[in-house]
């Protein structure tokens, strides 16, 4: 059972988060991901995804950590439905059960590229300039390096999205030093301090940080 929110800043959080609902197919992708060990994105942030894929007519996405579909499906759910997922992961496995939470959506197979392979490592493989939308829930400690490709993947107009951008509160917190959280803290200065990025915090799930590509 849910805790009940202490305050009133947690009961709104709590009900911005409840509001978002999700089907069978995401629940079974949730379940996937459970049965392996994997921690998929709050529906809060998904809507957030979907939502910023559709508002932008999204075509061609790049997501940095497949999981185990959740995402995923989020995001397809908001792009056109000519559009293409690319997305990378170190763990064949949680791609294969992405897979299933895709088929089962009813995608075909031609709105998914699933890589596996590091990050960091096939990012550079990709085309200047060819993508509407970058979501990033990977190595938190790389996340630097996936703004850096991303502003480089993305279009005029396009956006990157950050997962965990306040990291479970530690972000906040100063006496916080692991690399994660001191990664996390250097990426929000990276992307404030950006003249080519519009930035904005969401504090939906774990924090979602996005940011539009500006015409330089």
């Known amino acids: 059972m849910a805790e009940t ?3 009133p800043l947690e009961a709104a959080l709590a009900y911005a988060e409840e ?4 089907d069978e197919i995401l629940w079974d992708a949730r379940r996937r991901a459970a049965e392996v060990g994997v921690a998929p994105i709050p529906p809060g942030t998904g809507a957030a995804l979907c939502f910023l894929a559709t508002a932008i007519n999204a ?10 579909g959740v995402s995923g499906l989020w995001l397809l759910r908001g792009m056109r439905q000519d559009g293409t997922l690319t997305s990378v992961d170190v763990e064949p496995e949680h791609q ?15 709105r998914t590229r699933l890589i596996t392979g590091r990050a960091l490592d096939v990012l550079p493989r990709l085309s200047d300039g060819g993508y509407d939308l970058v979501f990033c829930d ?22 990157v999205v950050f997962d965990s951008a306040l990291w479970q509160h530690r972000a906040t ?3 916080r030093r692991d690399p ?10 990276l992307v404030r301090g950006d003249e080519r990025l519009r930035p904005l915090m969401i504090p939906l799930g774990d924090g ?8 330089p």
């Open 5 to 7: 929110p202490t305050s």
């Open 19 to 22: 509001f978002h609902t999700e």
């Open 59 to 68: 075509k061609a996405v790049v997501e940095v950590g497949t999981g185990c």
């Open 96 to 110: 294969r059960l992405a897979r299933q939470s895709f088929a089962q959506a009813g995608f075909p197979g031609g």
């Open 138 to 159: 990977g190595a938190k400690h790389e996340y630097a390096d996936y703004l850096a490709e991303a502003v480089r993947l993305l279009r005029v107009g396009g956006i």
């Open 173 to 175: 917190d100063p006496t």
């Open 180 to 189: 994660d959280t001191v990664a996390l803290r250097e990426l929000g200065k």
């Open 208 to 215: 979602v940080l996005a940011a539009v590509k500006l015409n």
